[in-house]
Nanobody, 127 residues
């Protein structure tokens, strides 16, 4: 049973930086595509970035150049480095795993492409 847990959320002023971490258990690292999503109040959950098993990394335009995904296989962790944060980045952030090895078009941005989720961590950016 794959289990994911995020940490590192918090509050920051506009222009600040935060790093999120997601630790996984019950799985073999490298068997899943791994991504980060967020959900703001009253909005749908949206995909931000994914590292696919096929080796490709996809970023949403809204975070490209500001957010960076990385992984540490030895620690079973993935990370999301967030720079130049904006108030509109305020949301609950989730890490997610998918059994899909690759994605067509923007399919990676759909939550339905991912079957395993963490409980989320709140990120609040004040102006």
């Amino acid at each position: 049973q794959v289990q994911l847990r995020e940490s590192g959320g918090g509050s920051v002023q506009s222009g600040g930086d935060l790093s999120l971490s997601c630790i996984g258990s019950g799985h073999t690292f490298g068997k899943y595509s791994m991504g980060w999503f967020r959900q703001a109040t009253g909005k749908e959950r949206e995909g931000l970035v994914v590292i696919a098993i096929d080796g490709k990394t996809h970023y949403a335009d809204s975070v490209k150049g500001r957010f960076t995904i990385s992984q540490d296989k030895a620690k079973n962790r993935i990370y999301l480095e967030m720079n130049s944060l904006k108030p509109e980045d305020t949301a609950i952030y989730y890490c997610a795993f998918s059994i899909w090895t690759g994605f067509y078009g923007d399919s990676w941005r759909s939550p339905s492409s991912f079957g395993y989720w963490g409980q989320g961590t709140q990120v609040t950016v004040s102006s």
